[in-house]
């Protein structure tokens, strides 16, 4: 037998001795008060040469000899506890260290309440106390452990030990807000992560979002501006625990998070708060701003128009200075280098979107006033941004764009607009067309669609979904225009329409002869004001052909999804999954991973599939990610949690299914849709679930149906298992389709 499981099966034989709280060793007989004293320290000599011993076989025999001598050697017990197997063995270790600390230090607990610490005898015992509480949360006696925190503070306020981090966490566990207050007001000196930003999620807790909880949390921010980022899972977690802890740095952040993160997440809207008072972007692929929809089909119009290399504009966005109405507009100008000539612009109250400048551009290339069009041979800018943006578009029509600091002819063309815009003569927040004027295109018909977006872009800091206004020509199989805001009102309808008659995406100024719309579009009031200017409008059902261009218009703005919609998967039904969202809903009100201890996995097994074992490993215990993976393979999913390996390593080789809870835009928008039309239940506003089935090779894809009703079951088996004493059970469960049984075992402590 090898050292190591030598001392483990002594450590065994010891704790099965200690059953129930009993004395390690018979009790010795009566000794004289000398004599106790003199074998007590020559008891602590033995268990100091134990710590010092690196083999386990001798440390067990040195404690056993120091524990013959003093049953009041604490020290003994504590490195008993070290070398027990499990929470349970180590508990009557350390309740005995307890006691024995309390027999040997009568007269300290008399006369040195209050700076206990100070007396170094005591040291082992408010040691013995510190891990007895945390074994205690480990075996899920939270109260009992809070009391244990509580008096460690009165034996030692000045807390040398730290006591007050862990007992916050613990109040937080449970709830416990007054003693919450009560502890931070005691330390209200602390000046910490620990204490600033759970100072700050206590007044959100208690008020909700007041001046009073966002100006605590600023000042949380002002000390360390790292934690933020962790808590929203901006910035991933360090694969390795900061060997020191360093105040206001990273080190901290990652300190304070790796144990409060789980708090932040457990209380309703926490994290959303943190989020918008603090303006931080969620973490989300690199959004891609809006490009003109269908360009491949729109190209060939531009390369034909006639092209003068010798022709160079300049183009540029300025804010003008206040109008006599106080207004500062923004101004996109397009300017002849050599003659000066204005070539077209556009005003607006707010900055426009770098997305609505380059359609302005390309129609004045097609549509430059009275003037022929055509293509000129340069465009200078000074916007890095723009021409970034612009280059490779506008290389494929033959055009370069150059970078310029000093665009002069821009410079002389915006003073002229400045002063028209003092003397009145340009008015920003009007408009005066004539549509009627405009050309009829009587056979043409257009098809005007509105839907809120798959995909979820940032605007101000904050996650929003789009929606977009479109006009299409199915005639030419050509995109119009595109309107995208947070919402579309009757008016923006309007406004939609009106402009792609003056100025749209292809072709000339035009009225179609009718228009199409579905029937959730303001059809009375675009009605009456299609017919004043000579326009059919006619309500369809459906249109079938819009429904392909909102989603590639989705992918232009926030990138392909990532992952297919459960709604949209193959062989799901709509029953399946509603349980998936109830049963998780379910599973996150029940907070298993507050049950648990370490890295529990729990075995599960099934005739009702083919498949299996599987292997459940709750995820929650520090908050960082919370919900659920179904493992097919044991030993890599150990090896994974031995980091035998790195995490790319692992997850190439992993086989699982996994149930994560997030915010709404981390499940897919279409699931999102259909939670809503069916009522599907979410806890939380951090609680919707998101499922992936897990493909060795890294390879993510959809669950199958019966991937889904395993996971269902496994769920509502576990809630049930948790809240059962034993390491064994069967539970019987129906899901949207079928009966399963499972077995549920849990497997040693990792």
């Known amino acids: 037998?090898?050292?190591?499981?030598?001392?483990?099966?002594?450590?065994?034989?010891?704790?099965?001795?200690?059953?129930?709280?009993?004395?390690?060793?018979?009790?010795?007989?009566?000794?004289?008060?000398?004599?106790?004293?003199?074998?007590?320290?020559?008891?602590?000599?033995?268990?100091?040469?134990?710590?010092?011993?690196?083999?386990?076989?001798?440390?067990?025999?040195?404690?056993?000899?120091?524990?013959?001598?003093?049953?009041?050697?604490?020290?003994?017990?504590?490195?008993?506890?070290?070398?027990?197997?499990?929470?349970?063995?180590?508990?009557?270790?350390?309740?005995?260290?307890?006691?024995?600390?309390?027999?040997?230090?009568?007269?300290?607990?008399?006369?040195?309440?209050?700076?206990?610490?100070?007396?170094?005898?005591?040291?082992?015992?408010?040691?013995?106390?510190?891990?007895?509480?945390?074994?205690?949360?480990?075996?899920?006696?939270?109260?009992?452990?809070?009391?244990?925190?509580?008096?460690?503070?009165?034996?030692?306020?000045?807390?040398?030990?730290?006591?007050?981090?862990?007992?916050?966490?613990?109040?937080?566990?449970?709830?416990?807000?007054?003693?919450?207050?009560?502890?931070?007001?005691?330390?209200?000196?602390?000046?910490?992560?620990?204490?600033?930003?759970?100072?700050?999620?206590?007044?959100?807790?208690?008020?909700?979002?007041?001046?009073?909880?966002?100006?605590?949390?600023?000042?949380?921010?002002?000390?360390?501006?790292?934690?933020?980022?962790?808590?929203?899972?901006?910035?991933?977690?360090?694969?390795?625990?900061?060997?020191?802890?360093?105040?206001?740095?990273?080190?901290?952040?990652?300190?304070?998070?790796?144990?409060?993160?789980?708090?932040?997440?457990?209380?309703?809207?926490?994290?959303?708060?943190?989020?918008?008072?603090?303006?931080?972007?969620?973490?989300?692929?690199?959004?891609?701003?809006?490009?003109?929809?269908?360009?491949?089909?729109?190209?060939?119009?531009?390369?034909?128009?006639?092209?003068?290399?010798?022709?160079?504009?300049?183009?540029?966005?300025?804010?003008?200075?206040?109008?006599?109405?106080?207004?500062?507009?923004?101004?996109?100008?397009?300017?002849?280098?050599?003659?000066?000539?204005?070539?077209?612009?556009?005003?607006?109250?707010?900055?426009?979107?770098?997305?609505?400048?380059?359609?302005?551009?390309?129609?004045?290339?097609?549509?430059?006033?009275?003037?022929?069009?055509?293509?000129?041979?340069?465009?200078?800018?000074?916007?890095?941004?723009?021409?970034?943006?612009?280059?490779?578009?506008?290389?494929?029509?033959?055009?370069?764009?150059?970078?310029?600091?000093?665009?002069?002819?821009?410079?002389?063309?915006?003073?002229?607009?400045?002063?028209?815009l003092e003397r009145g003569e340009v008015d920003i927040l009007s408009e005066h067309l004539d549509l009627e004027q405009i050309p009829q295109s009587i056979g043409e018909v257009w098809q005007v669609d509105v839907a809120q977006l798959p995909t979820w872009i940032e605007i101000a800091g904050q996650m929003t979904r789009p929606t977009a206004c479109l006009v299409f020509d199915p005639g030419t199989d050509l995109v119009l225009s595109t309107n995208i805001r947070e919402e579309v009102t009757d008016e923006i309808w309007w406004d939609t329409i009106k402009n792609t008659m003056v100025q749209p995406f292809a072709g000339e100024a035009r009225r179609p002869g009718v228009i199409e719309i579905t029937p959730h579009a303001p059809f009375e009031n675009l009605r009456d004001r299609l017919e004043e200017i000579g326009v059919r409008c006619v309500v369809c059902e459906e249109l079938p052909l819009t429904k392909e261009l909102f989603t590639d218009l989705a992918d232009h703005l926030g990138g392909p999804q990532r992952i297919q919609p459960l709604t949209r998967s193959p062989g799901i039904s709509v029953e399946q999954i509603g349980q998936l969202f109830t049963t998780a809903a379910q599973f996150y009100r029940a907070a298993p991973w507050n049950k648990i201890s370490g890295y529990t996995i729990i075995c599960i097994e099934t005739d009702d599939l083919s498949s299996g074992p599987w292997y459940a490993m709750i995820m929650g215990q520090q908050g960082m990610e919370l919900g659920i993976a179904l493992y097919e393979d044991l030993e890599l999913l150990q090896m994974i949690l031995a980091e035998k390996f790195s995490d790319e390593e692992g997850s190439r080789r992993t086989s699982a299914i996994s149930l994560t809870f997030g915010e709404e835009w981390d499940i897919a928008p279409e699931d999102l849709d259909a939670m809503k039309e069916h009522n599907w239940p979410v806890a939380d506003a951090e609680a919707y679930p998101s499922v992936l089935r897990i493909n060795p090779g890294m390879t993510i894809r959809v669950p199958l149906a019966w991937e889904i009703e395993l996971l269902v079951a496994s769920l509502q088996s576990i809630l049930s298992f948790l809240d059962e004493p034993g390491l064994t059970h069967t539970h019987t469960t129906t899901t949207a389709t079928r009966e399963f049984t499972l077995k549920l075992t849990q497997l040693p402590g990792q």
């Open 1 to 420: 037998m090898a050292s190591g499981d030598m001392g483990a099966s002594m450590s065994r034989k010891l704790s099965v001795q200690n059953t129930n709280g009993s004395r390690l060793m018979a009790a010795p007989k009566k000794l004289s008060a000398k004599q106790a004293k003199i074998n007590l320290a020559q008891a602590e000599l033995l268990a100091e040469k134990a710590y010092n011993s690196s083999s386990p076989q001798e440390q067990i025999l040195l404690v056993q000899e120091a524990l013959e001598l003093s049953q009041d050697c604490v020290n003994a017990y504590l490195l008993l506890s070290q070398l027990a197997e499990t929470s349970e063995e180590s508990l009557p270790l350390l309740q005995q260290a307890v006691e024995a600390g309390h027999r040997v230090l009568k007269e300290d607990f008399e006369h040195s309440m209050g700076v206990f610490w100070l007396v170094p005898e005591t040291r082992p015992y408010m040691q013995a106390r510190q891990w007895l509480s945390e074994c205690l949360v480990d075996l899920g006696q939270v109260e009992e452990a809070i009391d244990h925190d509580w008096k460690t503070l009165q034996l030692n306020p000045n807390d040398n030990q730290g006591i007050r981090y862990a007992l916050m966490s613990k109040l937080l566990q449970v709830n416990r807000i007054d003693d919450l207050g009560r502890l931070i007001g005691q330390y209200s000196d602390d000046y910490s992560a620990e204490w600033k930003y759970t100072q700050a999620l206590l007044a959100f807790m208690k008020e909700g979002d007041t001046a009073v909880s966002q100006k605590l949390l600023h000042q949380a921010e002002e000390y360390n501006k790292h934690v933020p980022e962790y808590l929203t899972k901006v910035k991933p977690f360090p694969r390795e625990h900061p060997e020191s802890i360093s105040p206001g740095e990273d080190s901290e952040a990652v300190s304070y998070c790796g144990e409060f993160l789980r708090h932040w997440r457990g209380i309703s809207g926490a994290i959303p708060w943190l989020r918008s008072t603090l303006s931080i972007s969620p973490q989300k692929d690199p959004v891609k701003r809006p490009k003109l929809p269908h360009w491949s089909k729109v190209k060939h119009l531009f390369e034909q128009i006639p092209q003068d290399k010798d022709i160079h504009w300049e183009v540029d966005l300025i804010q003008l200075q206040p109008s006599p109405t106080g207004v500062r507009a923004w101004v996109f100008i397009v300017v002849e280098e050599n003659s000066g000539e204005l070539v077209a612009n556009e005003l607006w109250e707010q900055r426009p979107r770098d997305s609505e400048l380059l359609p302005i551009l390309l129609q004045a290339i097609r549509s430059p006033g009275d003037r022929e069009p055509t293509r000129p041979g340069r465009i200078y800018m000074r916007r890095k941004m723009l021409l970034k943006a612009w280059s490779p578009k506008l290389a494929q029509i033959d055009i370069q764009c150059k970078y310029c600091d000093s665009l002069l002819s821009v410079m002389d063309a915006s003073g002229q607009l400045q002063q028209y």
